[in-house]
Structure formats: structure tokens, C-alpha cells
């Protein structure tokens, strides 16, 4: 069961604005620890997309961009592409139960 | 090349066992630790833990202990997971990843089907 919140879906057209919410609680996100996102292509290996709460990989365009607040964190994808049709993941870590790497549940985007 | 390689799809029954290999190439093995990930159709990622490739020590995440073993070879830098007691539910992708703190290089996946 994934501690980390995310919606089910979401969608724009291209050329649009989206955003991706992670909601997490004081045992990961909200104890400091780093968020990082991952895109996964239907059918192929999740992808690094974002590390550190906001930082691209080399080959990843700046139209990805991750940020952090509290026990929240969030993607925005801008001038949203065909190309972006993915899920989304993000990622943390959470001290309880001896430590684990923890992933959200997953956010279909749709461009439209 | 950096890069992880895993073991083909396997089919098996109800009850049977299967081991599933991980070769990473391009990078000193024993610099990260080796995680794995299971994907169940339509479903989401799920961590299910990792093994120290310094120590060969494993963790093992909540509701992956007794059936789920990961395992090391050091000599040809590949990891492995093995599964016994085969059931339905198990039917996945498995992912191998290096991780440090974040997921920067994962496997292909290997599909699991267990069927009857």
C-alpha cells in the first residue's frame, strides 16, 4: 500500500500547463527527505525524470520540474507534449518501519 | 554501456519456484546497492526491498519476507531474485534498479506469470 498520494489522472491539451500532486506525511516527505519522479512509457522500464526534489537528469527537457513543501510535493510538465502521455511516479524514502524506499500510487496523464 | 540486464519471461505453475538475474554492466557493481521492484498488471510500482552489494546483507520491505530471496554474485556483478511457493498473485514485472537514494538505472523488467 503506497504511502504516498498522488490523483489517478490527469490531462491538457498540448502546449498546456499541468501539475502532478505527491502528498506524503511527517514520517517521509515531511521529514526532509528528498522527492524524486520517474516517467514510465506504457509498456517500457520507469524512467528517471526528476532527482532531489528539483533536478533533471541530463537528457531530461526543462519542461519538467519538480518542487517541494512541507509533506507535499509536486511535477508540473509545461508546454505539454504527445510525447508526455505517460505515468508518473514520484518517490521517497520514510523512516518508519526501519526505513524504506516508498513510491506513489501513480498519475495517468492524458494529453488531449 | 551502463546498464542492467535481466533474465527473460518465465511461465510457471502454482507452487513452483523462479530465480530472476540481473546483470549490471558499465559501472563498479559494488558501489550501489541492487533494489528490486514489483509491477503487477495494471498496477503500480511497489519497492520489495534490496541487498548491500558490499556486504551481501538484504532488506526485505513488508510483505515481501519468507517467499522472496535476493542474492549476489559478485565474481560476474549480477544480482538475483528468487521466489518460491509460486502463487497467482505473484504475476508480475520485476524490476531491478541501482539506487542511490533515487532509482538512476533500472532493467528492462521480467515478467513472472504464474498459471495453472
Known amino acids: 500500500q503506497s504511502v504516498l498520494t498522488q490523483p489517478p489522472s490527469v490531462s491538457g491539451a498540448p502546449g498546456q500547463r499541468v501539475t502532478i500532486s505527491c502528498t506524503g506525511s511527517?514520517?517521509?516527505?515531511?521529514?526532509?527527505?528528498?522527492v524524486h519522479w520517474y516517467q514510465q512509457l506504457p509498456g517500457i522500464a520507469p524512467k528517471l525524470l526528476i532527482y532531489?526534489?528539483?533536478n533533471r537528469p541530463s537528457g531530461v527537457p526543462d519542461r519538467f520540474s519538480g518542487s517541494k513543501s512541507g509533506t507535499s510535493a509536486s511535477l508540473a510538465i509545461t508546454g505539454l507534449q504527445a510525447e508526455d502521455e505517460a505515468d508518473y511516479y514520484c518517490?521517497?524514502?520514510?523512516?518508519?518501519?526501519?526505513?524504506?524506499?516508498?513510491f506513489g500510487t501513480g498519475t495517468k496523464v492524458t494529453v488531449l | 554501456q551502463v546498464q542492467l540486464v535481466q533474465s527473460g519471461s518465465e511461465l510457471k505453475k502454482p507452487g513452483a519456484s523462479v530465480k530472476v538475474s540481473c546483470k549490471a554492466s558499465?559501472?563498479?557493481?559494488?558501489?550501489?546497492?541492487m533494489n528490486w521492484v514489483r509491477q503487477a498488471p495494471g498496477q503500480g510500482l511497489e519497492w520489495m526491498g534490496q541487498?548491500?552489494?558490499?556486504?551481501?546483507?538484504?532488506t526485505y520491505a513488508q510483505g515481501f519476507t519468507g517467499r522472496f530471496v535476493f542474492s549476489l554474485d559478485t565474481s560476474v556483478s549480477t544480482a538475483y531474485l528468487q521466489i518460491s511457493s509460486l502463487k497467482a498473485e505473484d504475476t508480475a514485472v520485476y524490476y531491478c534498479?541501482?539506487?542511490?537514494?533515487?532509482?538512476?538505472?533500472w532493467g528492462r523488467g521480467t515478467l513472472v506469470a504464474v498459471s495453472s
Open positions: 534498479a541501482r539506487v542511490n537514494w533515487y532509482f538512476d538505472l
Open positions: 558499465g559501472y563498479t557493481f559494488t558501489n550501489s546497492n
Open positions: 541487498i548491500s552489494t558490499n556486504t551481501g546483507n538484504p
Open positions: 511527517s514520517s517521509n516527505i515531511g521529514a526532509d527527505y528528498d
Open positions: 532531489g526534489n528539483n
Open positions: 518517490q521517497s524514502y520514510d523512516k518508519s518501519l526501519s526505513g524504506s524506499y516508498v
